[in-house]
């Protein structure tokens, strides 16, 4: 499975933005999928995992109520909106396809390139 994020980009503070994640290769329906994020000099963490079929969802606490991922089987294409965006989350946005809907960033499989967001104050 190949993974390609697109969607990122520069906005301020409170503003929304949506990014995408579109799977070309295997079957996509057959994989959970997960948004991580990685800020300047910090670790890749998790922040939100949807499950194959798309009836369950995971958030990291400090996104919850702010983000939603979803899912489009047959787009191939998983999305991340979010809301009330802030400067903290500013970071490149990563998808990763795996087995579970996990926040284990050791469970994914495959892996995109990352797309960059940026959130002005």
């Known amino acids: 499975v190949q993974l390609q994020a697109s969607g990122g980009g520069l906005v301020q503070a409170g503003d929304s933005l949506r990014v995408s994640c579109k799977a070309y290769g295997s079957t996509f329906s057959a ?15 998790f922040v939100a995992a949807i499950s194959s079929s798309g009836s369950s969802t995971e958030y990291a606490d400090s996104v919850k109520g702010r983000f939603t991922i979803s899912r489009d089987n047959a787009q191939n ?8 965006l802030k400067p903290e989350d500013t970071a490149v946005y990563y998808c990763a396809a795996g087995p579970l809907p996990t926040f284990l960033y050791g469970s994914y499989y495959y892996w995109g390139q990352g797309t960059e967001v940026t959130v002005s104050s």
């Open 77 to 84: 294409t998983i999305y991340l909106q979010m809301n009330s």
């Open 31 to 45: 994989y959970a999928m997960g948004w991580f994020r990685q800020a300047p000099g910090k670790e890749r963490a």
